[in-house]
């Protein structure tokens, strides 16, 4: 059974994959193969969240645990002056 073919009329494309088949010995319809796969996976939709939301998000999660009367108030680790004990 014959392989699929496919075929870009690029010289830019053309020269580019030779390029790298020579420098990582892998063969051009395997550096095409992979260029395709990255290119998906990087174009797959996102959930949104950013490192910066799930900080948001676990911050939220833990301030639902403090009871109502906790305090950040350390007043008995400090003389009046503010040095610590």
């Known amino acids: 059974?014959?392989?699929?073919?496919l075929s870009i009329r690029s010289a830019k494309a053309r020269e580019l994959?030779?390029?790298?088949?020579?420098?990582t010995g892998m063969p051009v319809s395997q550096l095409v193969e992979k260029a395709l796969e990255r290119?998906?996976?990087?174009?797959?939709p996102r959930s949104?969240?950013?490192?910066?939301?799930t900080v948001w998000e676990l911050a939220a999660a833990g301030r639902a645990t403090v009871k109502p009367e906790a305090t950040s108030a350390h007043d008995d680790l400090y003389d009046e002056?503010?040095?610590?004990?």
């Open 1 to 5: 059974m014959p392989e699929p073919q």
């Open 17 to 23: 994959a030779q390029q790298l088949s020579r420098r």
């Open 39 to 44: 290119y998906e996976h990087d174009l797959r």
């Open 48 to 53: 949104g969240n950013t490192s910066l939301d």
């Open 81 to 85: 002056a503010g040095a610590p004990l």
